[in-house]
């Protein structure tokens, strides 16, 4: 109910202040689970991505921000749950694979951080990890913003892919994760023509 309430409230803020441009909605997986990656130029796209999709999608979001008990209130209600970035947080890892075993959309940011532009060195492994293990389809989300207000922003949803690793049930080390994470950001940048 408050995610509805939510959703409508920050649509209605897109549409005034932004001039909001979204394509490839065809491409969203009506049903089963999936990965929507995506860029992450601002603070604004969890919910920018999570307002034009029918969809709910259970983000993966860093602890510090839980730490403050309204955002925290807010993030829940949004369907957000923590990660400790950098540490194998293997409670995030786990609560990824029971939402996707239920046929949920659980969202990640492959890059960790806020980036406003492409950046080759700004990508993680657990990615592309979450990817080959899980064999959910990955849903690439390319987001162009821009901090000025009534400026022009987009957002476009390519095809779905699946991440097949090289060497079926073997470790795969962390380089080919790293590079398997890059090609996932390139078609991410390619979307919006980076």
Known sequence: MLYNIGKFFLYIYFKIFRRVRVEGRENIPKKGPVLLYANHPSAWDMFFIAVFMKRKVHYMAKVELFKNPILAFLLKCVGAFPVSRG????????????????????????????????????????????????????????????????????????????????????????????????????????????
């Open 87 to 194: 540490k194998g947080d293997v409670g995030s890892v786990r609560t990824v694979f029971k939402l996707l075993k239920k046929g949920k959309i659980v969202g990640i940011f492959p890059e960790g951080t806020r980036t406003p532009k492409k950046d080759p060195k700004k990508r993680k492994a657990g990615a592309a990890m979450l990817a080959s293990h899980s064999k959910a389809p990955v849903l690439p989300v390319g987001v162009v913003w821009n901090k000025k207000i009534f400026s022009k922003v987009k957002l476009v949803f390519g095809k779905p892919f699946l991440v097949q690793p090289k060497k079926e049930n073997e470790q795969i080390r962390k380089n080919e994760l790293l590079d398997i994470t890059s090609d996932i950001m390139d078609k991410i940048y390619a979307l919006i023509g980076q």
